[in-house]
């Protein structure tokens, strides 16, 4: 994925593309990569880096969801379990099974989860996980070890799916560029043009790297820039009714001895009435999520005190070692783009299905859904594309559509996840020794990682490397803090940058990273 040649075919342009779509993050990319492989002719614009705000910032679960099971969302259940299993078979490397422990009080709790669960594994209809089952109060401490005893009598397993957002973004956006789509990262839409009907004609874009502007042409726009698609929506009609509510989660994250199993642990009702989760992820442990409604989306969210507190204090409910503030290695926000459908004050109650919505003047909107869903979000919006524009396409083919890194038995190491990348990512160690050493102790980071994301999947600073590329950010945002300067030294040689440009990066990303940040005072 060429930045400087996708610009250069921008510039020569002179024929309308099929479709432009605005947003880079999960909904955008799929879009994009479900349009390419029929056929059409898109361009995805992304105003920061791909996945920089609700789409690296997920639970990191593949799921049918069961709390939609619990609101009788049957259908969306259903649907989310089938695309479960589509996204692990096509991105093996990336999704995985992983057990999940509902802790039981009595017998009843038992009977209760248990029944729901069977339900689940029915709807799931003879998909690649495993099946729910009880288990005895001592089964669920060998299941996780650090669980206070005295909460269980027993329990119930059940089995969803894990996966790296971040990662399964990248791969998307490289497949969709394998099958023929322009994705560019840094580039703004400003505007929207129109015809003399007032119809929607194209999009006014401004490389953020140099300030040069554009204006492309399209037969169909798509706005995919998810909380904030409103924002897009004012450009087409200033006077637009709001579509979304904006609802931060906020995650943090400890070190795996707090939770050194590897089964999850699932809080089915916190006093917030959310399901809160413990899971392993990456050698560490993530556990989320809150949900407090904001008055508007920004790129960059901060966790508010109460949030952070109401995880530590949870958590310390469940485990045998309360954590604490100086326990938290990061603080994480996703910002969730809930369609507004009824008068709930709640934001966890209001829609999580996806919405399209064509405007007068031509402009698509697609927003709500999730992340286990976006392929068939990106195969109906595709859809609604061609029956509003009368574009001839081929059948959509993503169903069984090996996504970019496809490895069917991935290396089981801290690496795994770049599937049959891996070997090339080794073959540059090994051609550059020295970039095959660590560049922190407390990261699992190389010197041929920074170089990878620079030369192969479009990183253009040390935020996108330190947060996207890797997750270095996610996970340890102490140890990433110490390891920019690095990253950034090695990032300006692939780029041709100077001492100046490296300057300005760290300090940029030390900004960035005081929301990943806790004071631990």
Known sequence: MSRENYIAWLRGRTEPWDLVIIGGGATGVGTALDAASRGLDVVLLEQSDFGKGTSSRSTKLVHGGVRYLQQGNITLVRDALRERSLLRNNAPHLV??????????????????GVGLKVYDLLATRKSFGKSHGVSGGQAVRQVPTIRRELLSSGVIYHDGQFDDARLLINMAQTAHEQGATLLNYFAVTGLTKNAKGKISGVVAEDRETSEAFEIAARCVVNAAGPFCDAVRRLDDQ??????????GVHIVLPRSFFPGDTALIVPKTSDGRVLFMIPWHDHTLVGTTDTSIPTATLEPTAQEDEIQFLLDTTAEYLN?????????????????LVKGDKSARTASLSRDHVIRASDSGLLTITGGKWTTVRKM????????????????????TKELHLHGYLQRPEDSPRGYYGSDLAELQLLESETPELSVPLHEGLTLHGSDVVWAVRQESARTVEDVLARRARSLFLNAPAAVEVA???????????????????????QFNATAKHYLIDHS
């Open 96 to 113: 995985h099974d992983m057990p999940f422990l509902i802790p039981c009080r009595n017998l009843w709790q038992r009977f209760f989860y």
């Open 239 to 248: 006077d637009c009714e709001r579509m979304v509510a904006a609802s931060q």
């Open 321 to 337: 070692q309360a954590p604490t503030r100086a326990d938290v290695l990061s603080v994480f926000v996703g910002i969730r783009p």
């Open 378 to 397: 990106s195969e109906d919006c595709v859809d609604r594309v061609i029956e509003a524009t009368g574009l001839t396409a081929q059948p959509c083919p």
């Open 485 to 507: 300067p690095k990253v950034a030294e090695l990032m300006a040689a692939e780029l041709g940058q100077d001492a100046a440009w490296c300057e300005d990066q760290v300090s």
